[in-house]
């Protein structure tokens, strides 16, 4: 059997990103060129300007991924691209880059769910790794406690009802100063600071649901914080990093737990950029070992937005004898 030589886009928020795979799994490039600092002085993605550095930078990381990888367009046999969830005008971009290469190269195009994406990194970095098994998604726009049962096969469990884990980090790091994006900092932070400090509320909702509220715990820190200042107490920013990180750790591994019990899974999976959270990672893990539960996450690079965790869907799809037509558009706002 022929390899399939996968040449992947992501462009749905501030990353541009261009992946050569092989055969679904082997990693021959992933280049991320990240437009963060473009955003910083705005403290948030600013879709217009994300659009337009995509445009500038397409071209270039296509080129980079392809001399990483050691292979030219003659040897690409296949282009998988995200076409939702994201910015649309950011989505387009690659998309659009995504469809003239196929159509150029007369070579099969599968469009990609970037949260599907999310999962597949877990494939990438664990070669062994097959469905089923439970994935907690955390990343800066989706919070969901899923069940994929098999390839493209999922049943949602759990949702956010308002914030997003990493909206909430980022929204928090805002009012702390810390700049975007604010997870990180946060993360930094909270491994000097006193987790027990202030208890900050933690949001279970109705007994047995797995969905997830980060938008009370946001209050309560913002209304410590303000409170704090007309007291004119000094504000421990570490502190309040590892109040607030803990109390976000706590209900989701809590519920991610429970839930692999519940469905009787013996493995669990992490995606989505908050999965790079030090304190998520490691009091996962805990929990997991003391269930005698599995746990597995991606390395630091492929939890944040990236084209190989793209391509990896789009083999499967693939291999699955779907493919894309080429008026496919950009969904902004596509489910998994
Ligand atoms: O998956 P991602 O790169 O983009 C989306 O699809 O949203 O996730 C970005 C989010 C941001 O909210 C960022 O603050 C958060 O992931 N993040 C983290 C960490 N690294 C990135 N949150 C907590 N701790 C981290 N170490
Ligand atoms: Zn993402």
């Not at 509320?201 to 009370?216: H, I, V």
Request: hydrophobic residues 40%.
């Amino acid at each position: 059997k022929e390899d399939i030589i996968t040449l992947a886009i992501e462009s749905s928020c501030d990353e541009t990103s261009v992946s050569v795979l092989k055969n679904g799994r082997t990693v021959l490039s992933n280049i991320i060129a990240s437009q963060i600092e473009q955003h910083q002085k705005f403290g948030g993605v600013v879709p217009e300007v994300a659009s337009r550095k995509h445009i500038e930078n397409i071209n270039i990381v296509i080129e980079e991924a392809l001399e990483e990888a050691k292979v030219s367009f003659e040897d690409i046999t296949h282009v998988a691209a995200t076409y939702g969830p994201g910015l649309v005008g950011a989505l387009l971009v690659g998309l659009s880059a995504a469809k003239a290469i196929a159509f150029a190269r007369e070579i099969p195009l599968n469009g990609v769910n970037h949260i599907e994406g999310h999962i597949y990194a877990n494939f990438i970095e664990y070669r062994e790794l097959e469905p089923p098994f439970i994935c907690l998604i955390v990343s800066g726009g989706h919070t969901h406690l899923v069940y994929m049962k098999d390839y493209g096969k999922y049943e949602i469990l759990g949702r956010t009802r308002d914030d997003a884990a990493g909206e909430a980090f980022d929204k928090i790091a805002r009012a702390l100063g810390l700049g975007y994006p604010g997870g990180p900092q946060i993360d930094k932070l909270a491994k000097i600071g006193n987790k027990k400090a202030i208890a900050f509320p933690k949001a279970y909702l109705e007994e047995g649901s797995y969905d997830f509220s980060f938008s009370g715990l946001k209050s309560a820190v913002l209304n410590y914080l303000n409170s704090e200042k007309m007291k004119g107490n000094p504000i421990v920013i570490e502190d309040v990093a590892a109040s607030f990180q803990q109390a976000v750790i706590e209900i989701l591994v809590e519920k991610t737990i429970s839930c692999a019990l519940e469905k009787g899974m013996k493995q669990i999976t992490l995606a989505g950029g908050v999965a790079a959270n030090s304190g998520l990672r490691q009091l996962l893990q805990e929990k997991a070992k003391e269930h005698d539960l599995d746990l597995k996450y991606p390395s630091l690079k492929l939890c944040t937005d990236n084209a190989a965790m793209i391509g990896c869907v789009g083999y499967y799809d693939y291999i699955k004898g779907h493919h894309s037509a080429l008026d496919l558009n950009g969904v902004p706002n596509l489910k998994i």
